[in-house]
């Protein structure tokens, strides 16, 4: 079985976000409103698993992301194994969920779709702890993004 038993964390959103505005831009995602994205434990982002048909598949949709993330200035805390990645949207700086965090939340629904993911009827999809320890690990062990330039 595989109800999620996880109590929802409440949002913190970026200082420089509404959080009225954010509250109603981040209702439609979330999995208590049929949406597919869960707020982290921090509250300060908000993350998804996605499957496909193989690896293929899936490496065509993290294609279609990283251009957007390009094009944003924003980049996403992902991993890949296989057929399935598992993604993070959180700001940095300032700190919480932002505006952009839920563009690009809404950008990868859509791409996901349009990539023939796979959605499990059994839940499964929300059981990639291999992967959510992935993201962790790059969360904390990766990025310097916002380490001013000339002071690494
Ligand atoms: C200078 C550059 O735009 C910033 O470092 C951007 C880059 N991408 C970013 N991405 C994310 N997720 N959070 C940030 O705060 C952030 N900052």
Redesign the pocket.
Known sequence: MSTSAKPQAEPTFSSNYDPEQGAKDLAPLLKSNGGKWAVIESGKGIERGFKFKGFKKCWEFMNLIAPECVKQ????EWSNVYNTTFIR?????PPGLSEK?LIMARFCDEKAKECGEVVEEDGSGDRMETQKGLVDRVASEGGD??VPKGKK
């Open positions: 200035k924003h980049h996403p949207w959180t700001t940095h700086s965090d993004c916002c």
